[in-house]
């Protein structure tokens, strides 16, 4: 079976605690990324997304110069890169999420996306049930009413 290591994206782009939400979005748009890590002396402490970015940060009114810790996610779901392929697929899935932080000893060492599993052929079912859960749990959700 896979191991995360594998497969996992190594070459991970961060930003600081010390970043604002300004930088970090700017950082997204030169990247093409939606989710950007936040580490404090290489540990990771949270991750901010571009929903993140709507839902804490404009819909919230804060400002752009407001600092990341104001709008991440710093409940992380994250594995280790020795864990299974099979094992990534059902955290993503359980917990509807499309990236999970790789971490060892505390430090930031990759990231696994739903693409990653997508560009292999060996765990393309994986990421095809992954998905597919990620998006009937979203889908129950009802709508917002107008």
Do not use: W
Request: glycine fraction near 4%; hydrophobic fraction near 40%.
């Amino acid at each position: 079976m896979e191991k995360i290591r594998d497969i996992m994206t190594d070459e991970v782009e961060c930003c600081t605690l010390l970043d604002n939400v300004y930088e970090v979005a700017v950082k997204m748009k030169e990247l093409n990324v939606g989710a950007i890590p936040i580490v404090d002396n290489e540990k990771l402490v949270g991750m901010i997304t571009d929903r993140d970015i709507v839902i804490r940060g404009v819909a919230e009114k804060n400002p752009p110069s407001s600092k990341v810790e104001k709008v991440m996610s710093d409940q992380l779901i994250t594995i280790s890169p020795e864990a299974s392929t099979r094992e990534a697929a059902r955290l993503m899935a359980d917990h509807q999420i499309r990236r999970l932080p790789v971490v060892e000893n505390g430090k930031l060492i990759g990231i696994v996306s739903l693409g990653d599993f997508a560009i292999r052929e060996l765990t393309d079912d994986q990421a095809k049930a992954a998905l597919t859960q990620i998006s009937e749990q979203n889908s129950q959700a009802s709508p917002p009413q107008m």
